[in-house]
């Protein structure tokens, strides 16, 4: 489990520590502050460490590799064109740091920067890499998109962030034989899609409705196509066996009752084990997990973004009423307040 991430001069942070729940981490904050940010640079570092520990495992090769394999990594997920993108304006030097329960996965990536826009890249050498990479969810669903996507990204320059690969490389995973107990997640998210979600031989995903006949993915709404999704990677064991889901606005595209559906899921996912990290601007999912955290006293962690002049503030508690500043709030107390005074005023 991921306990904590340093951040310094990197993109919108200057100095930052992170601190995270084993079970559901919820970040919250307007556009710009970093959200999504937040989320890659976590995901980058991790698969790049994992990448870097098969490599050397495999290929023979020494840790002179290192620096390179985590600057593409970090190149690819972000889609910079280059490594100056990814640093604090104001800053000439940047890090990253990686603490988790089990001390001897713990590293940091430090990041100079020169004048003449030269960047060093030097990973610290932990004790041990990651087994298994974590899982990235983008606000789109890739469904649609998977089939042939894989071999085409790896063979062409494709202008795509490559967590969709990633993702997709998951997709093809067959489905388990016992879903275990996870299959109790499965059931409801089916009920709602009115099928099951099934791989065909063509490479195409189809959701397989109870009365024999099939419905292609491109003619579902891209809301039941996020939740095809999040069904298909229960299903065939990959989000259990990663371990560690990244989620960006898992909301998007959902109505309300399909985003009570969603916190549900996300939350009997932290309870079985799965470490969850969101970025969100949902209001109503925000509170829906406050909700469900507090009935079962699941460990979940709120960490707020907000601009404050050309700086961002950062808050985080355990608890949704810790956070002073959530602009999701903010704008619908001012909402209800100009409602209030059409009716009234």
Known sequence: MLKKMLVQGFTVFKDEVFEFSPAVNIIVGENSVGKTHLLKLAYALMTANQDLGVKLALNNQDESIAGSVFSQKLLAVFRAKSLPELFNRYEMDAMAGLAFDNSGLNFKLSLKRFDDGAVVVTPSKPANHLISKPIYFPTRELLTIYPGF????????L???????????????????DSGMFAGLIAPLE????GKVVLESNGEFYLQ???GSKLSMPMMAEGYRKLAMLAHLIANGMIAAQ?????DEPEANLNPRLI??????IHDL?????????ASHSFFLLKELDLLARQDTLAQRFIGLSRQGNDVLVEQADKLSGLEHVVALD???????????????
């Open 150 to 157: 894989v071999a085409l990204y790896n063979a062409r320059f």
């Open 159 to 177: 202008q795509f962030e490559e967590t969709w690969r990633d993702t997709c490389d998951y997709l093809g995973v067959p489905l388990l034989k």
């Open 191 to 194: 009920a709602a899609l009115g």
């Open 209 to 211: 409705l109870p009365n």
């Open 243 to 247: 371990g560690c889901l990244f989620w």
């Open 260 to 265: 009570r559906l969603v916190a549900r899921v």
């Open 270 to 278: 932290g309870k079985n084990g799965v470490q969850i990290f969101i």
């Open 331 to 345: 704008e619908e107390l001012a909402q209800y307040d100009r409602e209030m005074d059409l009716a009234y005023g």
